[in-house]
Structure formats: C-alpha cells, structure tokens
C-alpha cells in the first residue's frame, strides 16, 4: 500500500502561542502559567512547584490522563478546554468598512470554559487546593485581562471530590479523588479581509462553483439554476449542407419534418458552437415590451441614439 511522510513543520506553521495565531492553544498556556507561578510561590513543605519535576512537591503539567506511576504520593493538576462558541455582536459583526478598498473588519467575543482537575489521594487535599486556585484566579483576575481576555473569573465553579476516572491512568486510579475547577472566559477576535488579491476566498469560490448543482435541460444543454429566461437549443446542420437555408431565412432541420426560422448564433458560453437562442415565457416580468392599455406593443426603436 503507497505511503507518504507528512511534511509538515513540528510547529504546524503558527509561530508561537499568541491570541493572534493560535488563540485556544494560549488560554492553555496562560492558565498553565498562572498556576504554576502561584505555586512557585509557595514555601517548601506547602506545596511548592519547581520546574525540575524530581523536585516539586506538586505536579502541574498539561497532561491528559495524568500518569500518576512517575509522581508517586504528590498531587496533580490538569487542564482541559471545554466547548467554546462564537457569539455575534452585531449585524454581520462588523466592525468598519472601507469603500475604497472594499476592506471589511469583523469581530466577535469567543466564550469558553477552562476545568482545572486537582488530583490527590486525600480527597480534602484536593477540594482544598481547588480553593486556592479558585480564590486567586477570582483575587488577581486583572492580570488575565491584561493579557488579552476580554472577561474571565465570573461564576467559578468548584466540584466535590469524586472518583477521577479517565482523569488519572493508573493501576491504582481508584485511590485517587479528583476535585474540578470551571472557570469561565471569553477573548475578543477581530478578523479583516479585502477583495483584492484574496486567494483564499476565491478558491473557495472556485470549488463552490464546481460543486453546484447543475440540472439537464430539455435540449439536452446542461444549464446552472436558477435558469436564465432563455432556452439554448444545440442544433447540428449535416456537413453537406451546413451554410443552407431554407425560403423563410432559416436553417433546416436535420430530421427533414419542420424547418427554424430562427437563425443560427454562437454558443454563449461555446463560440465554436452553433445553437438557436428563443426566449422562455416572453410576457414574464421584465420581458414584457411596453404597451399601452390593449393596445399593441409600442414601436421602440433599439438601434440606440443616432449621431447628431
């Protein structure tokens, strides 16, 4: 079976965890960081975090699940983005609009929750340390927001500590306890685009103009929906009589039984082909020549204005 190695770059093309380019992956790491600090902060024998991991009283890592085999008896930390959606402030969301260059700025808030799962094997260690984190993500929220979220530390939520499941991997999981911490958030995202030189937008368009439905008509023309208010007839005359026509100006039918007094034009969108051009439903609305009352349809002229 043929195989190809992916030659993407290890970083995905984004450089950086930034709000800018790789938004869901830096609330992560703005949360990791937070916590961290918060520990490390801490004195020895209460808690304290090192970032040499043999030497940390506490594990504060982004691993999901946990393996507690390399930690022994220290208690753990987790993190795990919840479901985030786009949530519109305006119409179209727009932000400004520029007419000469057709520049369109949108915007809207992206809320989200952040769980940090607090594990121990003492289930009052883990709701306690869930309320430290949970009272200076609330006491020192400014410093999040001085980072780019928009909200962030309103209606935190704190669970009872319950069995971690899926959380913890381990032989011994069931002598952990898991308390979690649900912190709300929100960012504001603002996105620009201009119709010049926009790649992206026109192959998107390309691809949505090859995959539209098409639909064959009664001659047997594949036509694009919604139908114009013309029928273009594909007609063929034989080869030894191609330039004929018959007394009315015509061309001949090629099955001999009626003759076209319509003549032959150029295919719209295939010059090299010959077809014949009527009009579907010529009283439609704003097909209809002008009249007045019954009377018939007015003499317009549509040789345009003549020189003067």
């Not at 309320?131 to 704190?158: M, N, P, Y």
């Not at 032989?171 to 926009?198: H, I, M, N, Y």
């Not at 080869?239 to 009315?248: E, L, P, Y």
């Not at 039918?253 to 051009?277: E, F, T």
Request: proline residues 10%; contains cysteine; hydrophobic residues 35%.
């Amino acid at each position: 079976m043929p195989s190809s190695i992916s030659g993407n770059r290890s970083d995905g093309g984004f450089p950086g965890s930034s709000f800018r380019h790789t938004p869901l992956e830096h609330v992560r790491t703005l949360f990791i960081s937070f916590v961290q600090g918060l520990f490390a902060a801490a004195p020895p024998g209460a808690f304290h975090w090192n970032p040499d991991e043999d030497k940390s009283e506490i594990i504060i890592r982004d691993e999901s699940p946990i393996h507690v085999d390399r930690y022994g008896q220290r208690p753990c930390i987790n993190f795990t983005v919840g479901p985030i959606q786009f949530f519109h402030v305006g119409m179209d969301d727009l932000v400004s609009y520029r007419f000469d260059s057709g520049r369109k700025e949108k915007g809207f808030l992206v809320p989200g929750t952040m769980s940090l799962n607090i594990c121990s094997r003492v289930d009052i260690e883990a709701h306690n340390l869930a309320w430290v984190v949970a009272e200076h993500i609330w006491l020192l929220r400014e410093l999040f927001l001085k980072k780019g979220f928009f909200e962030l530390g309103r209606g935190i939520q704190i669970s009872p500590p319950s069995p971690p499941g899926s959380i913890v991997s381990s032989d011994s999981a069931d002598e952990w306890f898991c308390s979690t911490l649900s912190v709300p958030w929100q960012f504001a995202r603002k996105a620009a685009f201009t119709p010049l030189g926009l790649e992206i937008a026109n192959s998107i368009e390309q691809r949505l103009n090859i995959n539209q439905p098409r639909v064959l008509g009664d001659a047997g023309v594949v036509t694009v929906e919604p139908e114009l208010p013309v029928n273009i007839s594909a007609f063929l005359p034989p080869s030894f009589a191609s330039g004929a026509s018959d007394s009315r100006g015509g061309t001949p039918d090629p099955s001999g039984i009626k003759s076209n007094p319509l003549p032959l034009q150029p295919h719209p969108l295939n010059p090299a082909q010959s077809v014949v051009v009527r009009t579907v439903r010529p009283n439609r609305a704003g097909l209809r020549s002008a009249s007045i009352g019954s009377m018939q349809s007015l003499p317009i002229d549509g040789r345009g204005v003549k020189k003067s």
